[in-house]
């Protein structure tokens, strides 16, 4: 299984960039690369998902380096509702214990005014 | 409205009792999850199961029971054998039973054992 480690917090200011990278050194061929994230009392969201160089949505960019033994998530001028814990996630090869998706602890983010 | 709905959203339980959870998806979701958080900790896998009739242990499995008899429906006991069951309990699904997909949540459940 791919374990990942992110940092376990990171403060930022409101309307500045914020990148949080994963470390995931064992990531297997075939496993996609997802981040979550969950405010308190409340089941994850998803954010993005990607398997290579990067991926950009209405909300967030993925940057993955050509060994893919890292990735990085991109909020673009974060505001205050920013705030939450967020998660990378990557998943078994397509060929072992498929479909079996682990969480690491996620990094805490706050957003200060 | 599509989604997943977790009953009831808050529980208590003496000790000895087994509860069970309810986990209830109309996504039409081949694959659906359990998992526990701790207060300031991530989420822990319990069981999951990616078709009817069948499914696997994930990584805290002991103490816990599942049944998968229909698609939409993966309901979660937690028995007296589990030593420490004061959690919150997260059930999600996704299309498939492959990680190429987005897991959909439900909005859990807070067990309190008394």
């Known amino acids: 299984l791919a374990k990942t480690t992110q940092p376990i917090s990171m403060d930022s200011y409101e309307g500045q960039e914020v990148n949080i990278t994963c470390s995931h050194n064992?990531?297997?061929?075939?496993?996609?690369i997802t981040w979550y994230q969950q405010f308190p009392s409340q089941g994850p969201r998803f954010i993005i998902q990607?398997?290579?160089t990067k991926v950009t949505n209405e909300v967030a960019s993925l940057f993955i380096p050509a060994d893919r033994k890292s990735s990085t998530l991109s909020l673009p001028r974060v505001s205050l509702s920013d705030t939450a814990v967020y998660y990378c996630?990557?998943?078994?090869?397509?060929?072992?214990?498929?479909?079996?998706?682990?969480f690491g602890d996620g990094t805490t983010l706050t957003v200060k005014p | 409205d599509g989604g997943i709905t977790q009953s009831p959203k808050y529980l208590f339980r003496k000790e000895g009792q087994n509860v069970t959870l309810s986990c209830e998806q109309n996504?039409?979701?081949?694959?659906m999850y359990w998992y526990r958080q701790d207060p300031g900790q991530g989420l822990r896998l319990i069981y999951y199961?990616?078709?009817?009739?069948?499914?696997q242990k994930g990584d805290i499995a002991e103490g816990y029971s599942v049944s998968r008899e229909k698609k939409e429906s993966f309901p979660l006991t937690v028995t007296s054998a589990q030593k420490n069951p004061t959690a919150f309990y997260l059930c999600?699904?996704?299309?498939?039973?492959?990680?190429?997909?987005?897991?959909?949540f439900g909005e859990g459940s807070r067990l309190t054992v008394l």
């Open positions: 999600a699904s996704r299309w498939g039973g492959l990680n190429t997909g987005e897991l959909f």
């Open positions: 064992n990531i297997a061929t075939n496993d996609y």
């Open positions: 990607g398997y290579k």
């Open positions: 996630l990557v998943g078994d090869s397509l060929n072992t214990n498929a479909g079996k998706s682990t």
């Open positions: 996504l039409n979701h081949d694959a």
């Open positions: 199961s990616q078709i009817v009739n069948d499914f």
